[in-house]
């Protein structure tokens, strides 16, 4: 069983379209985050939600869109993708929302704009 | 926002002890350094956490002195399975405003054998 699970793995598509990437967790965990991790491995987190709540959104364009159904899913839509939107995405979820215990990553969604 | 400063690369061979520094100078009081290990087409796995003096598990040590500014992850007798990048992340003091913990560029440990 994987705990934290987000599809698609891969994704290519043309600059402009609208596209989404879900994430699902079956640890029980409260929060969940989208973290970006461009070219040169950077991971940069965009948004956390605590129980369906948003608690975080970093600097990010309002073409990211997220949204969390239930506290066990946090999607993440893209609208009007660009060429710098390019990167994979990875999904993560933890116990709680302090800075204690562990993130739980999936296995990213790897977004290529052409 | 507490930042990390950790080596971009380190070569090690197979069976050697391997160990990475990491910078935090401007950690905070309530902040937990913690270490992660990524392979490629994976997400970072968890592999210690510490606040202060000397955590060990099954996987490494991590070494963190009086004053917190450094902590150095200790990998015992690295295998060709442990090239990998490390990550080194401080927490950003928690709270209400969330856990925004922050993830510098990594050390990418190649072991050689």
């Known amino acids: 069983d994987t705990a934290v699970s987000q599809t698609p793995k891969y994704l290519v598509t043309q600059m402009g379209n609208d596209k989404s990437i879900k994430c699902e967790q079956n640890l029980g965990h409260d929060t969940m985050y989208w973290y970006k991790q461009d070219s040169k491995k950077f991971l940069k987190i965009m948004f956390s939600y605590n129980n369906k709540e948003l608690i975080i959104n970093e600097t990010v364009p309002n073409r990211f869109s997220p949204k969390s159904p239930d506290k066990a899913h946090l999607n993440l839509h893209i609208n009007s993708l660009e060429l710098g939107d390019s990167a994979v995405y990875f999904c993560?979820?933890?116990?709680?929302?302090?800075?204690?215990?562990?993130?739980?990553f999936g296995e990213g969604s790897r977004l290529t704009v052409l | 926002l507490a930042k990390t400063t950790q080596p971009i690369s380190m070569d090690s061979y197979e069976g050697q002890e391997v160990n990475i520094t990491c910078s935090h100078n401007n950690i905070a009081t309530n902040d937990y350094i913690t270490w992660y290990q990524q392979f490629p087409s994976q997400g970072p796995r968890f592999i210690i956490q510490?606040?202060?003096t000397k955590v060990t598990n099954e996987v490494a040590s991590l070494f963190i002195p009086a004053d917190r500014k450094s902590s150095t992850l200790s990998l015992p007798r690295v295998s060709l399975s442990d090239t990998a990048v490390y990550y080194c992340?401080?927490?950003?003091?928690?709270?209400?405003?969330?856990?925004?913990?922050?993830f510098g560029g990594g050390t990418r440990v190649l072991v050689k054998p």
């Open positions: 993560a979820s933890s116990q709680e929302i302090f800075n204690t215990g562990e993130l739980f």
């Open positions: 510490g606040y202060k």
């Open positions: 992340l401080v927490g950003d003091g928690g709270g209400a405003a969330g856990n925004k913990l922050t």
